[in-house]
């Protein structure tokens, strides 16, 4: 699947499904909305770990995207 700013967050291919549920549930739908974050309020989110985090920023960098650091 061709994978744009405006995809879903469950186009990201190896993120855990309860890190993707935690960013779903605080309404974050699209990539672009994820992007609007950074790394300090992502840690922030109920049920959304280093280890999801880890993986989410992996994700992300394969399509070319950045979370920012703070």
């Given at each position: 699947?061709n ?14 499904i309860?890190a993707?549920?935690a ?16 790394q300090?309020?992502?840690l ?13 920023f992996?994700?992300?960098s394969q399509?070319g995207?950045t979370?920012?650091?703070n």
């Amino acid at each position: 699947e061709n994978v744009t700013i405006d995809s879903s967050i469950w186009a990201l291919p190896d993120v855990p499904i309860l890190a993707l549920n935690a960013i779903w549930n605080r309404e974050n739908h699209t990539i672009k909305d994820l992007l609007k974050h950074n790394q300090r309020d992502l840690l922030r989110f109920p049920c959304l770990g280093k280890v999801g985090l880890k993986k989410l920023f992996s994700s992300l960098s394969q399509y070319g995207f950045t979370i920012r650091e703070n």
